[in-house]
């Protein structure tokens, strides 16, 4: 076999290897737009998200605040971490969660601030450091269904050990399969060396096959002489 052709198929099999891994994540996560059940932690932690003109919370915000309502009012814990930068549109969105909680009847004394932000693996990173600093050991994690899973393997990453996945849904956005997918190719990121692996097995898996087939064939030939 040419060293192109090899090459062509290690590039068709990690090709067909990444849209399997695209098809499973999308999938997987599509199905998860229900609300799991949390047990008590020693916080709840809302993943910031838009913050619309007038320091209004989009709508995707506003489901997360919801949510991290419900949870504190029935007693899954007694703080929250309210987390977000500036983006966008001011104030920092940490700031329009904790004007949001208040107004929901969350005492400001039971919300903690994380201003700084602007990504989810600086979120994981900041929150830990204050997680430390209170002596959280748990946490419920408040996010979308479609962010939970990338959101919970950074949140490891940064050294966290006892995550709640606390979810919230979401049912009328237009452009919800777009959020999915961004998740699915954001995850394809993250784990690249998973579909990759896959990809390099399949490859090994076919020029190994074509290898005995011409070895075959070429016994046979011989024996035909």
């Not at 005492?107 to 900041?126: P, Y």
């Not at 959101?151 to 490891?156: N, P």
């Not at 966290?160 to 009328?172: G, K, M, Q, S």
Request: hydrophobic residues 45%.
């Amino acid at each position: 076999m040419t060293i192109r052709a090899t090459v062509k198929t290690f590039i068709v099999s990690t090709g067909a290897a990444l849209i399997l891994y695209l098809t499973y994540q999308f999938v997987s996560i599509r199905l998860q737009n229900y609300l799991s059940t949390v047990p008590s932690t020693d916080c709840i932690v809302i993943l910031g998200a838009a913050v619309w003109p007038g320091g209004q919370p989009s709508l995707v915000l506003r489901d997360r605040l919801l949510r991290a309502v419900e949870l504190y009012h029935a007693g899954v814990a007694d703080k929250i971490i309210c987390s977000g930068g500036v983006g966008r549109y001011p104030p920092a969105e940490a700031e329009v969660e904790k004007q949001f909680l208040m107004k929901a009847g969350v005492a400001e004394k039971d919300i903690i601030m994380e201003l700084a932000s602007t990504s989810t693996s600086e979120q994981a990173t900041l929150i830990k450091g204050i997680c430390d600093r209170e002596g959280f050991k748990s946490i419920a994690l408040v996010t979308s269904f479609y962010h939970e899973k990338r959101a919970i393997q950074l949140f490891r990453a940064a050294g966290f050990t006892d995550i709640e996945d606390a979810r919230c849904t979401h049912e009328r956005f237009e452009d919800l399969d777009f959020r999915v997918g961004r998740e699915a190719l954001a995850l394809a990121v993250l784990n690249w060396w998973q579909w990759a692996a896959t990809g390099f097995s399949m490859s090994l898996l076919i020029l190994g096959c074509q290898l005995v087939g011409r070895r075959a064939s070429k016994d046979n030939h011989v024996e035909l002489s």
